[in-house]
């Protein structure tokens, strides 16, 4: 089993940046295959990034791919997420999760953090 608890959200204008960092417990961390998920106010939550167990490989939604980086630190127990240029469509309440399996789909994975709200102004 894993814990997880994120950090790193706030207000900021369109354009700026914020890194999200999700804290993981336990020992097993480097067996988690992990990911970022959101949800808008009255929408369903959905992928935005995800990075295999030792990081090697990342996918992202279309919506993010080259304004978002995931990366992860195995030795600190963390996983994060570097958001640029940011929009006003990306204020949502941001989630990190964990799954033993190579997934985007938000029913796969087994473990989530209590979320951090993230605002962008436009």
């Known amino acids: 089993q894993v814990q997880l608890v994120e950090s790193g959200g706030g207000l900021v204008q369109a354009g700026g940046s914020l890194r999200l960092s999700c804290a993981a417990s336990g020992r097993t961390f480097s067996s988690y295959f992990m990911g970022w998920f959101r949800q808008a106010p009255g929408k369903e939550r959905e992928f935005v990034a995800a990075?295999?167990?030792?990081?090697?490989?990342?996918y992202y939604a279309d919506s993010v791919k080259g304004r978002f980086t995931i990366s992860r630190d195995n030795a600190k127990n963390t996983v994060y997420l570097q958001m640029n240029s940011l929009k006003p469509e990306d204020t949502a309440v941001y989630y990190c999760?964990?799954?033993?399996?190579?997934?985007?789909?938000?029913?796969?994975?087994?473990?989530w953090g209590q979320g951090t709200q993230v605002t962008v102004s436009s």
């Open positions: 999760a964990a799954t033993t399996r190579a997934t985007t789909l938000t029913f796969e994975y087994d473990y």
């Open positions: 990075i295999t167990w030792s990081g090697g490989s990342t």
